[in-house]
């Protein structure tokens, strides 16, 4: 069985550079033609769903919210902008196999809570190498002066859309998806309007090679992740990771060309993006401070305890992303550099290793760890939803932008 497990060694040098070598053949990186065909999606950005921003600030968000979970045919005379919107959308497309999104879903629940720290270490402090995506964050002010909320709500939609079952037309994955999109277009529209948005060094706001990256972080990138962390998927169940990412990167209206069709075009596409996109600033300094004093604040209050709790969190929150971005990305982050803590890291890297290596092995304990994982990630749901009152339907951000 092609496993391609990710080598010991990585832990030690951290970054993509040393992965691609262990994980594809060949060289990967893209001609200078390539690079400037991927450059033009830097200019594009998604006209079905910014057509429809003037109809939802002016009170179509009940028609859109009734469509999202009805279908547009529930929809008595609807505008034709929504109409064509959600005719699209629920034209599923012919490579989308239900088998594989639940197959995939179940192997990403199967990392149950443990799933949340390359979420949040890698995928979304990767995100903050890539400078002009953070302008848009910048922009809003949400991440930096609110991370702690932006990490359970990123955290909370990323659960939605990879519980199995949920991405069907109507399902609480789909939602998530397409309300996510509409945030976008909001935040597009925000960005628009300032005079000082500087489109030559920033390209268009929320464009598609920033949304296409995301997707890749959330998909590549956390499987890649994980593997380091200890956890172990067959070729098939990357595979099929990558399909669930595929179809919801398609919901969110990325260009089908930026979607990646297996796992070979994932690391090509992330090789082109980190050529490309990966160019850190100073506010991507800043936005990756905001997310390690949220981590410090799980000690806010509690007194000695709390101030343990906060080095403790720090530390291993720290640690996960130097050792999984590398040295030199780390170190422009201003990431905490502590030994102990990344030897402590590799170590419970080599107990899941040994633990999945047993679940592989014995009957049925594939299935169990499923249904654990599934209840730890409901778990945080419910107390996630009542310690930040979250909103669904991201309402707040909508009236932000």
């Known amino acids: ?26 060289d990967i990186r893209g001609d200078e033609r390539q690079v400037a065909r991927l450059r033009k999606f830097a200019q594009r950005e998604d006209p079905a769903a910014d ?28 505008p034709e902008d929504l109409e064509a919107f959600f005719r699209d959308v ?23 809570l443990l799933g949340l720290f390359p979420l949040g270490d890698v995928s979304l402090m990767g995100g903050y190498l890539a400078s002009r995506a953070t302008k848009s964050l910048v922009g809003t002010g949400e991440i930096e002066y609110k991370a702690a909320r932006r990490l359970v709500e990123t955290a909370t939609w990323w659960i939605h859309v990879t519980t199995p079952g949920a991405l069907v037309l109507g399902g609480r994955g789909y939602q998530s998806a397409l309300r996510v999109r509409v945030v976008h277009a909001h935040v597009r529209a925000a960005m628009n309007r300032r005079e000082d948005w500087d489109y030559a060094a920033w390209d268009r706001p929320v464009n598609q090679v920033q949304t296409a990256g995301t997707l890749l972080l959330f998909s590549l990138v956390y499987v890649f992740g994980t593997q380091l962390l200890g956890l172990r998927y067959s070729a098939r169940e990357r595979a099929d990771i990558l399909h669930l990412w595929r179809y919801v990167g398609w919901l969110m209206g990325v260009d089908e060309e930026l979607l990646p ?6 690391w090509r596409l992330l090789w082109l993006l980190a050529t490309t996109e990966f160019i850190p600033d100073d506010d991507s300094k800043r936005l990756a401070a905001a997310l390690m004093k949220s981590h410090a ?14 080095h403790v969190s720090v530390a291993a929150h720290g640690s996960i992303s130097r050792l999984l971005l590398g040295k030199t990305n780390a170190d422009f982050l201003d990431l905490p550099d502590d030994p102990i803590a990344q030897a402590a890291v590799v170590a419970v890297a080599g107990v899941n290793f040994a633990a999945e290596t047993v679940r592989r092995l014995v009957p049925g304990a594939t299935a169990l760890q499923e249904r654990i994982g599934a209840a730890g990630r409901r778990h945080y749901l419910r107390q996630v939803t009542k310690v930040f009152r979250l909103d669904p339907t991201y309402g707040r951000h909508m009236k932000a932008a």
């Open 90 to 112: 629920e034209a599923t497309p012919y490579w989308v196999d239900q088998d594989r999104l639940d197959r995939g879903a179940r192997a990403i629940t199967r990392a149950g």
């Open 51 to 78: 057509v429809l921003v003037p109809y939802l600030r002016s009170g179509g968000h009940k028609t859109f919210e009734q469509a999202l979970r009805q279908g547009i045919d529930s929809v008595e005379g609807p």
């Open 297 to 310: 604040g799980i000690g806010e209050g509690r007194g000695a305890v709390g101030k343990v709790l906060s």
């Open 1 to 26: 069985m092609d496993e391609r497990l990710p080598d010991p060694e990585l832990f030690r040098q951290g970054g993509f550079r040393v992965a691609s070598r262990l994980f594809i053949e060949g």
């Open 261 to 266: 069709a297996g796992e070979d075009d994932a």
